[in-house]
């Protein structure tokens, strides 16, 4: 879309790139041809975020490029929340956070007393901001749209890893099965092996405590001879998918690979990918490389997932359907 289309009535597209991911808002600036606002975003010498922005966003419909993740999640949920009051007070004639990777997703439900609901909390100061939506991508769980009181576009991640899987010739319903790595990811896995006609299995397994799988689960599903596609969602410490791999290489199978939507590799992540039975690590660039070691490992690649955010802020920002741009409605 070219830079002098890029408008919807009088209120012109502006996108505006915090700091947690900017190779990615450069590409989607990119495709979209309309360049990042000038702004500065720091930090004051106590660690306070400062928000400078350097140009007039006066009716703007302004779209904020963040990712809430690591290393440095408060500060990046801060940079977003600081940067959406400056635009407001900028006089933005609309405001649209964009976030690839929602920190706090997983804390979407109380499962304990006293214990807080991140996702919800999240999900507030943004609105008090100033949020007028929001647009995100594969989310934990389906309930969080639910937390904000403001339209939230939900972007599937899932259609862009099945193309992949296609195009890295792991789809021959002969040799390969999908499978889900826990009991909690079957919707996920289920519509990734509808979409390529492979049969499915299912890790079940059991948690002690978060970034903790026991030793004791079972595979459901005929998985012997054949490759094997663990399809997840997030890889924070990679310890279940490598648990995953070593129980489907117990019962037989052939080769494993993993494809998730968000690589956040935390702690010993890395050294457990080169220490397992997985041949491949696929994930999006949602999240960038957390460190020179997670860049660098050869078992891990990235696909942009910049063409999809493009899309979809170009038809947010015209007035079009979101969920036409994939094969299924966004939640």
Same mark, same amino acid.
């Given at each position: 879309?070219?830079?002098?289309?890029?408008?919807?009535?009088?209120?012109?597209?502006?996108?505006?790139?915090?700091?947690?991911?900017?190779?990615?808002?450069?590409?989607?600036?990119?495709?979209?041809?309309?360049?990042?606002?000038?702004?500065?975003?720091?930090?004051?010498?106590?660690?306070?975020?400062?928000?400078?922005? +350097?140009?007039?966003? +006066?009716?703007? %419909?302004?779209?904020?490029?963040?990712?809430?993740?690591?290393?440095?999640?408060?500060?990046?949920?801060?940079?977003?929340?600081?940067?959406?009051?400056?635009?407001?007070?900028?006089?933005?004639?609309?405001?649209? *956070?964009?976030? *690839?990777?929602?920190?706090?997703? +997983?804390?979407?439900?109380?499962?304990? *007393?006293?214990?807080?609901?991140?996702?919800?909390?999240?999900?507030?100061?943004?609105?008090?901001?100033?949020?007028?939506? /929001?647009?995100?991508?594969?989310?934990?769980?389906?309930?969080?749209?639910?937390?904000?009181?403001?339209?939230?576009?939900?972007?599937?991640?899932? !259609?862009?890893?099945?193309?992949?899987?296609?195009?890295?010739?792991?789809?021959?319903?002969?040799?390969?099965?999908?499978?889900?790595?826990?009991?909690?990811?079957?919707?996920?896995?289920?519509?990734?092996?509808?979409?390529?006609?492979?049969?499915?299995?299912?890790?079940?397994?059991?948690?002690?405590?978060?970034?903790?799988?026991?030793?004791?689960?079972? /595979?459901?599903?005929?998985?012997?001879?054949?490759?094997?596609?663990?399809? !997840?969602? &997030? &890889?924070?410490?990679?310890?279940?998918?490598?648990?995953?791999?070593?129980?489907?290489? %117990?019962?037989?199978?052939?080769?494993?690979?993993?494809?998730?939507?968000?690589?956040?590799?935390?702690?010993?992540?890395?050294?457990?990918?080169?220490?397992?039975?997985?041949?491949?690590?696929?994930?999006?660039?949602?999240?960038?490389?957390?460190?020179?070691?997670?860049?660098?490992?050869? +078992?891990?690649?990235?696909? #942009?997932?910049?063409?999809?955010?493009?899309?979809?802020?170009?038809?947010?920002?015209?007035?079009? #359907?979101?969920?036409?741009?994939?094969?299924?409605? *966004?939640?």
């Amino acid at each position: 879309m070219a830079a002098d289309e890029a408008s919807s009535g009088n209120h012109s597209l502006m996108l505006l790139g915090c700091n947690s991911n900017v190779p990615l808002w450069q590409e989607v600036a990119e495709k979209l041809e309309v360049a990042l606002v000038d702004a500065t975003i720091g930090h004051f010498a106590d660690g306070e975020t400062q928000v400078v922005i +350097r140009q007039s966003v +006066r009716g703007g %419909d302004c779209f904020v490029l963040q990712s809430t993740c690591p290393p440095f999640t408060n500060h990046h949920v801060m940079e977003l929340v600081m940067t959406i009051d400056a635009l407001r007070r900028a006089s933005a004639h609309r405001i649209t *956070p964009v976030i *690839p990777y929602y920190g706090y997703a +997983r804390s979407d439900k109380k499962l304990r *007393p006293r214990e807080p609901i991140g996702a919800r909390v999240v999900a507030n100061l943004l609105e008090q901001a100033g949020a007028d939506r /929001v647009l995100m991508m594969e989310l934990h769980s389906a309930s969080i749209p639910g937390f904000f009181n403001i339209p939230v576009d939900h972007l599937p991640a899932m !259609d862009l890893l099945a193309d992949q899987i296609r195009e890295d010739g792991w789809a021959d319903p002969n040799d390969c099965t999908v499978v889900s790595p826990d009991v909690g990811g079957v919707e996920r896995a289920s519509y990734v092996a509808k979409r390529l006609n492979l049969p499915m299995a299912i890790i079940a397994k059991r948690r002690d405590k978060p970034n903790e799988v026991r030793d004791d689960a079972e /595979v459901i599903g005929d998985v012997a001879g054949r490759r094997t596609i663990e399809v !997840d969602d &997030i &890889i924070d410490t990679a310890g279940s998918v490598c648990k995953g791999a070593e129980r489907l290489r %117990d019962k037989g199978a052939k080769g494993i690979r993993v494809y998730a939507a968000h690589g956040l590799f935390s702690r010993d992540a890395v050294s457990r990918i080169a220490d397992s039975q997985i041949e491949l690590v696929v994930v999006t660039n949602t999240v960038p490389p957390v460190s020179a070691q997670v860049e660098a490992c050869q +078992r891990i690649r990235w696909i #942009s997932v910049a063409d999809i955010l493009a899309k979809a802020i170009s038809h947010n920002h015209s007035g079009q #359907s979101i969920s036409e741009l994939f094969g299924r409605s *966004p939640s």
